[in-house]
């Protein structure tokens, strides 16, 4: 159905019908100069240093795309960034609550300036501080001054005011180790793998306190498995199907796929999205490859 263009409000010039909802959604988001950067910043670093990775809650949103350009120092007005971004994807896919953008590549290095709480505090893995974040920073991991590789950023008033690593443990997160209890935080029945690449076990269920510090009918369950000799991990994320948990994600490279029959979407060769039985599911599958997250997957019924 063609949009009508003289609807000024939701209609953008210059972009193709097929990704008006996306860059509608663009523009109404605050990328001007008095927006906060830091924000965005943390937004960016997650996205890039985290795929595949265990800290995808509520990460991947329509501003993912803003974070895979790497482009949180150059951010401009608002209908001008939509444009951009938007004129850069090459492929999309959605499944209803979620969508995955490819974009074409591009050679031109970008940078970002550090936020000013950061400054200082953040080493690449060879032990020198890092000024500027690119997508070869992001990749090779970002680190404390003790060399622990930081995954989480916890952020006040738009400053970073701590970093953690992969195994510090939140105070705003229940940490649940029974993988028999697990749905009993969740307003949705969690599926579990029924297999696991060799030497992979579950080790938690990590789920966000309430402002009371409870968790009670979670639309969220971030569930890890891990291999206690090489120390790596699986991160397979399950939501309640919803508006409030529908998300816009972007990697280099997606296809369609099928998992358990239904339609699915693999990115980068190794995470999969897929949505079932009003639930979505996430699986990370940066350590084990291709054929075998693709097996992980096939086992959640």
């Known amino acids: 159905m063609k949009r009508n263009k003289d609807n000024k409000g939701n209609y953008i010039e210059g972009i193709d019908e097929e990704f008006q909802d996306l860059a509608a959604g663009f523009s109404k988001l605050d990328f001007s100069k ?5 924000y965005v910043f943390e937004t960016t670093l997650k996205n890039v240093n985290s795929k595949g990775d265990k800290d995808m809650n509520k990460i991947r949103k329509t501003v993912a795309i803003a974070a895979s350009l790497v482009i949180a120092s150059t951010l401009v007005a608002q209908t001008s960034f939509a444009q951009e971004s938007v004129s850069k994807i090459i492929k999309s896919i959605n499944l209803g609550h979620v969508t995955m953008v490819q974009e074409e590549d591009n050679d031109e290095p970008k940078e970002v300036d550090l936020p000013d709480s950061l400054k200082g505090k953040a080493y690449d893995k060879n032990g020198k501080l890092i ?25 006040n008033d738009g400053s970073v005011v701590e970093m953690k690593d992969k195994n510090s443990k939140s105070e705003d997160k229940l940490y649940v180790t029974d993988i028999n209890k ?10 579990l793998p029924t297999y696991l690449p060799d030497g992979y076990t579950f080790k938690n269920a990590e789920f966000t306190k309430d402002e009371n510090g409870n968790v009670k009918d979670s639309k969220y369950a971030d569930i890890n498995f891990e291999n206690k000799v090489t120390g790596k991990e699986i991160f397979l994320q399950e939501r309640f199907a919803c508006d409030e948990t529908k998300t816009v994600g972007n990697a280099d490279d997606i296809e369609k796929i099928k998992i358990n029959g239904v339609d699915a979407i693999l990115s980068d060769g190794r995470n999969i999205d897929w949505e079932t039985d009003n639930t979505l599911f996430y699986l990370g599958g940066k350590n084990i490859g291709k054929d075998e997250v693709i097996k992980v997957a096939e086992s959640i019924k």
């Open 34 to 38: 008095e927006s906060n950067k830091a």
């Open 131 to 155: 000024e500027k974040l690119t997508k070869d920073t992001a990749k090779d991991g970002i680190y404390d001054k003790d060399g622990n590789r930081i995954t989480k950023f916890i952020m």
């Open 182 to 191: 697990i749905s009993d935080y969740t307003c949705f029945k969690v599926k």
